[in-house]
């Protein structure tokens, strides 16, 4: 292997992930009609407090909210064809090509290339899902493919799901290029969303320098966790490795301008990063309020801890004649 984490322990982090946004979305946070297609049923489960789905909120509808600005400036500068290429690095079971495809604006414009990807054992459930549900199918375009391996892993017109191991650039270089057929020359969004902490600091440098030499025009997007230097991201991280599944060292994401400098030092262009309670400050004040109404935070301060301890990086290189360098968070 890579490394010597146990693959079990981080495949568990999907399920954990999925299930709290399940319980989040069931609890009117955000519509996803998609999710409750992937998400496995039978797996125990306990509610979770309120500010652990206020912060699954914030993290999804910050992310979108990058998205369709990466989206909207290719538009914008490379016309209404131009294609727009996504790679969601660790993907899970998140439903992001779906949810793209639900919103009709989008749609009636150009070509759009999603690639999930993941290792295997989660690309094979969600392949399971995906194949079980007529509505997730149905949005695929184009002829439904085997990929590689049959099961695990499909292809279709623009959406495509891969097994691979990020730590091993050679393989998803191969993988995104030759079987889902991405062209590195068409602006490339990369979105890691809780997945960059759970390899060490070298494989993420490596995955960092691979892109920005890959793809002429690429913007990144990683919400990871910060400071875990202090007392409240020493308990975070203390539990995380407990869970058997921590790699990363704390150093790399003790703070903001340490998850900026990942990007610089790797050949990338430019980069910001912002605290969750920063990042909540974007969000439609009006959603935010009625999001507040749906359960009672009992400690505001334990709150603004937590999400003080949770960042969001946008980056790019090579994107400044499309506008990418001017994306605020
Ligand atoms: N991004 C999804 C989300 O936010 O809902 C899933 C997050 S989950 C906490 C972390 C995901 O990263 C898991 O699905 C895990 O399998 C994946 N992952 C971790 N290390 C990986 C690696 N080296 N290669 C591919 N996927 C990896």
Redo the contacts with the bound molecule.
């Keep these: 292997t890579v490394n010597s984490i146990p693959d079990e322990n ?2 568990q ?2 399920e954990e ?2 299930l709290c ?1 399940l319980d989040a979305v069931k609890l009117g946070y955000w519509q996803d009609p998609y999710l409750p297609m992937m998400v496995h049923g039978s797996l125990r489960h306990e509610r979770k407090a309120p500010d652990m789905y206020k912060g699954y909120y914030a993290r999804v509808k910050c992310v979108e909210r990058l998205v369709l600005q990466f989206i909207a400036a290719v538009r914008r500068a490379r016309g209404p064809d131009a294609v727009v290429q996504i790679v ?7 439903t992001l090509y779906w949810r793209l495809h639900a919103n009709a604006e989008l749609v009636r414009q150009g070509k759009m290339r999603v690639v999930d ?3 295997l054992p ?1 690309t094979t459930k969600k392949c399971h899902f995906i194949r079980g549900h007529k509505q997730l199918m149905d949005l695929l375009i184009g002829e439904v493919r085997d990929g590689e391996v049959a099961h695990g892993e499909l292809h279709s017109d623009e959406y495509d799901l891969i097994s ?4 091993d650039t050679l393989q998803i270089e191969r993988k995104l290029m030759d079987n889902c057929k991405l062209d590195p020359k068409q602006p490339t969004l990369f979105i890691a ?3 960059l902490i ?2 060490s600091t070298g494989s993420t440098k490596q995955l960092l320098s691979w892109i920005a030499k890959t793809f002429h025009t690429a913007a990144f997007i990683n919400y990871e966790q910060v400071h875990m230097d202090d007392h409240f991201g020493q308990i975070m991280f203390d539990a995380l490795k407990a869970q058997g599944c921590l790699l990363a060292d704390a150093d790399s994401c003790k703070s903001l301008e340490m998850h900026e400098q990942r990007f610089l030092k790797t050949g990338w262009d430019g980069a910001q990063a912002a605290d969750m309670n920063q990042m909540c400050g974007s969000l439609p004040q009006a959603d935010v309020d009625r999001v507040d109404r749906i359960a009672m935070i009992d400690e505001p301060e334990v709150l603004r801890q937590l999400f003080a301890h949770y960042s969001i990086t946008w980056a790019q290189k090579g994107g400044a004649d499309i506008g990418l360098d001017k994306i605020r968070l």
């Design positions: 981080i495949i982090t999907n992930a999925s946004k969601n690095l660790g993907a899970g079971y998140d990807l993941d290792l989660v691979s191991d990020i730590r969303e809780c997945v759970y390899m």
